[in-house]
């Protein structure tokens, strides 16, 4: 199986970039899909990003298309989500994940998990 840990997040104001990292340990993340979730309190968690096992093919929600963009380093077995034009909506406690499966955007299709974290846009 596989370990996540995220890196990246913090505090930014709207319009500002950040860039997620999720190092893997154990296997590698081209033996999954991978995407990209987060939590607002409150608020059920979403995906926001994801990535098949090839590589050749990304999701992403309405609501940061065309601002978010998923991307694998194989070489150093990690994941990043570059977020651009950040808005206060964005503000939550996004995790990296895995799937041991085929393409899924729901979160319960995951399997491994990162521990979270948390990125806060201020207006």
């Given at each position: 199986q596989v370990?996540?840990?995220?890196?990246?997040?913090?505090?930014?104001?709207a319009g500002g970039s950040?860039?997620?990292?999720?190092?893997?340990s154990g296997?590698?993340?081209s033996s999954y899909t991978m995407g990209w979730f987060r939590q607002a309190p409150g608020?059920?968690?979403?995906?926001v990003a994801v990535m098949t096992r090839s590589g050749s093919s990304t999701y992403y929600p309405n609501s940061?298309?065309?601002?978010f963009a998923i991307s694998r380093d194989n070489a150093k077995n990690t994941m990043y989500l570059q977020m651009n034009s950040l808005k206060p909506e964005d503000t939550a406690v996004y995790y990296c994940a895995a799937r041991d499966g085929p393409f899924g955007v729901e979160?319960?299709?995951y399997d491994y998990w990162g521990q979270g974290t948390q990125v806060t846009v201020s207006s």
């Open positions: 370990q996540l840990v995220e890196s990246g997040g913090g505090l930014v104001q950040l860039r997620l990292s999720c190092a893997a296997r590698t993340l608020k059920e968690r979403e995906s940061v298309k065309g601002r979160w319960s299709q």
